[in-house]
């Protein structure tokens, strides 16, 4: 091919997620006299300043369809027929995609697994363009994420992974054996003193947590880790928290009540008698000045991720990460981190131990931060991991041209 590669990428979070950070440091490192990416966005954000920077074409198109599978039967098929219901909205962008897929595009770049359903729809109206999918989280098994599985892999040329557990996730969900595995993009930050306002707040130690509340994220639990803390006489170190607090869904106990009064997570912290050991920032665009201001990140989840964009980060910044999993790739006991059970055995007296031996051993504390820091200088290369992408799209092109020659 004479031309460059003409790719356009479908980003449903406009610099609000991990996903779409994720996509804009792999673009970033394309070589762009071999590819021409343009990004449409679901949502306004951050992103698309960092795009035009680039100079990269981007747009906002609010309309764009997503779906996922959700853990709960009845909440998939709530989520489903809320889909179908919006459906007709989106009709003029659909309408539009299939117009520029067709006349200016030869790949589409579906940036996460909840584009699923708008694969399949457009597979059929744009014959000759060739698609990939980018799956991003692990699906909970039910007939809803069997069908949604089943989907992606049969109606994209290829399906991309950010992990191997990613990856077995869908081929035990579709009764498939395809997949690439390539891990995401993290850029060495180079030192600053510009930190988040965070670094002005009382007490030396500090963790990070950078996610929007949600039962699954488990976020919830670094209150109870907290009042371990606060039992072993450590209530000077600080949680900084940035994503949303707001407590949604049917929460248990304490929790479940305080949500019912409309309340957030900062009155859970404050009816457990530890609300002056958090800073609630809400959302935040800059998440690394966060991590700069603080010296670990903790990521308490209830699913078995302990690889996410944030924690990537964090690695890179050299920041000892406490997560919760059972995967070793990034997260290694005691080497660059230090992992817990993600179902009900979590033990927060654990998780405020390992803080508290933290926060008492400086060397410690440096020695996990660099090995974090030299596994992601390994594992997540821009220029390697851009060149892995270019290569799926071009074999995938190469394959629709034939098809079509």
């Not at 579906?110 to 692990?138: C, D, I």
């Not at 054996?177 to 510009?194: D, H, Q, R």
Request: charged share 25%; hydrophobic share 40%; proline share 4%.
């Amino acid at each position: 091919m004479l031309r460059p590669l003409r790719v356009l990428c479908l980003d449903i979070e406009g610099g609000y997620g991990g996903s779409s950070r994720s996509l804009f440091y792999v673009v970033k490192h394309l070589n762009r006299d071999l590819v021409l990416p343009e990004v449409w966005c679901k949502r306004e954000g951050p992103i698309q300043a960092m795009y035009d920077a680039l100079g990269i074409r981007v747009r906002i198109e609010p309309e764009l369809p997503k779906l996922s599978s959700l853990p709960r039967f009845s909440r998939s098929a709530y989520a489903n027929l809320r889909y179908l219901l919006a459906l007709p909205g989106s009709s003029n962008l659909r309408a539009r995609l299939v117009h520029e897929v067709n006349d200016r595009f030869d790949i589409v770049h579906f940036n996460h697994e909840s584009l699923y359903l708008l694969a399949r729809w457009l597979r059929k109206q744009t014959p000759r363009a060739g698609f990939v999918m980018h799956n991003r989280t692990m699906l909970w098994d039910s007939w809803f994420a069997r069908r949604q599985a089943r989907i992606l892999v049969n109606f994209n040329d290829a399906n991309i992974f950010i992990s191997e557990r990613e990856r077995d996730n869908i081929r035990q969900l579709a009764g498939w054996n395809g997949g690439v595995v390539i891990n995401n993009v993290v850029e060495i930050p180079a030192a600053s003193s510009f930190l988040h306002e965070s670094a002005s707040i009382d007490g030396g130690f500090k963790i990070a947590c950078l996610s929007n509340y949600s039962w699954m994220r488990g976020i919830d639990r670094l209150v109870d880790v907290a009042v371990a803390l606060r039992d072993l006489g450590r209530n000077e170190i600080r949680f900084v928290v940035g994503g949303k607090a707001e407590l949604s869904g049917r929460l248990p106990g304490r929790l479940g009540e305080i949500a019912a009064r409309n309340g957030t997570l900062a009155d859970y912290a404050a009816a457990l008698g530890v609300g002056e050991m958090f800073v609630f920032l809400g959302h935040v665009s800059d998440p690394e000045r966060v991590l700069a201001a603080c010296q670990v990140l903790a990521k308490p989840s209830r699913e078995d991720n302990p690889w996410g964009r944030d924690i990537l980060e964090a690695l890179a910044m050299a920041r000892p990460v406490l997560a919760c999993g059972s995967c070793e790739e990034f997260v290694s006991p005691g080497e660059t981190g230090f992992l817990y059970p993600c179902g009900e055995e979590f033990n927060p007296t654990r998780m405020a131990a390992d803080i508290v031996r933290l926060a008492d051993d400086p060397i410690l504390l440096r020695r996990i931060g660099r090995q974090g820091q030299e596994r992601v200088r390994d594992r997540c290369d821009g220029i390697s991991r851009a060149d892995d992408l270019l290569k799926v799209w071009k074999r995938v092109f190469d394959r629709r041209v034939l098809e079509y020659r």
